[in-house]
């Protein structure tokens, strides 16, 4: 798949060094689509959360509140940065970089539309995993250089769940990867044209979307996993001792995972920006690109939505619960399903549920 | 082929970018008046009790070994995952079925390890003593 800086690049008669382009497509991503959206996303919480709640929410900034997080985003910026005396304070200043190198490198393959992607690794699906728990790598290192204990528990559990959940994360993953015959995004997507979503490829894969799914959340601390910040327990978790701007990014590399675990989950199994009765070949050059971009950002909101609504339905996982909840539930129940995908790949010779309906009757 | 990794390249580098040039730009707007009391750590208002660097019991310690064996495992059968529909959807022959075979070998010795911790209770959080 074409990505965009060569598009880019094509796009302008090659009359500038693709380095430019290069650079110019990371920063259009990471600006026009992770920035806004974290941002939004802060507001956006709020707004659902208070819709549950039968509140009202913010409303004062801009109208519905619409302005809020960016006032969120001044304030934050011209709060005090606070480093205590007894930290580690070259460690304590890395982890926030190393949370943001490691949300804003998983932007590089997701795929947005045909030919907005940064990257379409031929490895993407490995390289998702290595860089989800390079995150949990700092915050394991922003819990134990801030010297508190607050902040030891939390980032000692934020390695538990991390360690735990990549697992059955990775083997729900696997499922996709038999069933697509490739690691890259954008042939998995390519392969899932109309109906023939992963979802409904067979129904070990439909179970393995929802393993997916419960292991992701646990993977970016979302509720009900959120034990590493656990407010009512840990006070602040991984971050008690940051302020002003360091806590914002950790917040908005919080915000960015979620965004790439529900981008993952729609590019994997959501068909991405495949939808039944939409055939991509009749529309207009200039139109296609939109549409994709629209359906796929369409899907992948839907998914934040879930994960709100969780976040305000479900009470808190207990540690040792969660950790029983992945190697005794979610574990074997993974491997199961890679077994019986297996199976069915060898028994109906590759085809999918929906393939062997429409077999029948023609 | 190596674009791609130069753009993954580009991207740790804006990122890691980004982090000292969002400080550094607010340096010039955040206030800076730090005093003593300010500068301790956060432990409910009290003053803190010692050091946070102590040895303390990881309770995951098995959990974390078996972790890493199991991602290594997991990225060791990945590229049989890749070939695996290649080879089933050309037709049903005995090399599909042999690497079925085979695949399940390998994911059973896993399961094997995973029902063997589970046996010798290295999968509880607390673990209970029997009395003998």
Redesign the interface.
């Known amino acids: 798949m074409e990505?965009l800086?060569i598009f880019l690049h094509n796009l302008t008669q090659q009359t500038l060094p693709?380095?430019i382009f290069?650079?110019l497509?990371?920063?259009l991503i990471?600006f026009l689509i992770t920035l806004p959206f974290a941002g939004f996303a802060t507001y956006l919480e709020r707004k659902v959360s208070a819709d549950i709640q039968a509140r009202i929410g913010p409303n004062r900034v801009g109208p519905y509140g619409l302005l809020q997080f960016i006032a969120d985003g001044i304030k934050l910026?011209?709060?005090?940065?606070?480093?205590?005396?007894?930290?580690d304070k070259i460690f304590f200043r890395m982890a926030?970089?190393i949370v943001?190198?490691g949300s804003?490198?998983m932007?590089?393959i997701i795929p947005f539309a045909q030919k907005i992607v940064?990257?379409?690794?031929?490895i993407g699906v490995?390289?998702i995993l290595a860089m989800g728990s390079f995150v949990a790598l700092g915050t394991i290192m922003g819990g134990?250089a801030?010297?508190?204990?607050?902040?030891?528990l939390g980032g000692?559990r934020s390695?538990?769940s991390v360690?735990?959940y990549?697992?059955p994360a990775?083997?729900a993953l696997?499922n996709v990867?038999?069933?697509?015959?490739?690691?890259s995004f954008g042939h998995i997507v390519d392969q899932q044209k109309f109906f023939n979503w992963n979802l409904f490829h067979n129904p070990f894969l439909f179970i393995s979307f929802f393993i997916y799914f419960i292991s992701a959340l646990a993977e970016v601390n979302r509720t009900p996993f959120d034990i590493p910040e656990a407010d009512s327990e840990l006070?602040g978790g991984y971050h008690?001792?940051y302020s002003?701007?360091?806590f914002a990014?950790f917040f908005l590399a919080e915000y960015a995972d979620i965004f790439v675990i529900c981008a993952v989950a729609t590019a994997a199994f959501l068909g991405g920006w495949h939808v039944p009765f939409l055939n991509y070949e009749n529309i207009a050059e200039g139109v296609q690109l939109p549409l994709q971009f629209i359906i796929t950002l369409t899907k992948i909101l839907v998914l934040f939505y879930v994960v709100m609504w969780l976040r305000w339905t479900l009470p808190r996982y207990r540690?040792?619960q969660l950790?029983?909840l992945c190697?005794?539930f979610l574990?074997?129940l993974s491997?199961l399903m890679?077994?019986l995908t297996?199976?069915w790949?060898?028994c109906f010779?590759?085809?999918s549920f929906y393939g062997i309906i429409i077999g029948f009757f023609s | 082929m190596l674009l791609d990794y130069f753009h993954v390249l580009m991207m740790i580098l804006v990122a890691g970018c980004f982090v000292p040039l969002i400080l550094f730009f607010g340096k010039f707007l955040r206030p800076s008046k730090p005093y003593s009391e300010k500068l301790t750590t956060y432990e409910c208002g009290e003053e803190p009790v010692g050091n946070a660097w102590i040895q303390f019991n990881l309770r995951f310690y098995s959990l974390a070994i078996l972790f890493i064996i199991f991602e290594v495992e997991i990225a060791l059968i990945f590229p049989v995952f890749l070939i695996y529909k290649d080879q089933v959807s050309a037709s049903f022959s005995l090399g599909s079925v042999l690497l079925f075979g085979e695949l399940i070998f390998f994911v059973g010795i896993l399961i094997l390890g995973l029902a063997y911790a589970w046996v010798k209770r290295d999968l509880d959080w607390i673990r209970s003593v029997r009395i003998q």
């Open positions: 990505s800086s693709l380095w290069v650079l497509s990371i920063v990471l910026i011209l709060k005090e940065d606070i480093i205590p005396t007894a930290s926030p970089m943001i190198i804003f490198s932007f590089v940064i990257a379409d690794l031929n490995l390289y134990w801030s010297n508190n204990k607050w902040s030891l000692m390695a538990a360690i735990s990549e697992i990775a083997l696997l990867i038999l069933v697509s015959g490739s690691m006070v008690t001792e002003g701007m360091r990014l540690v040792d950790l029983g190697w005794k574990t074997p491997f890679v077994i297996s199976m790949m060898l010779g590759g085809r």
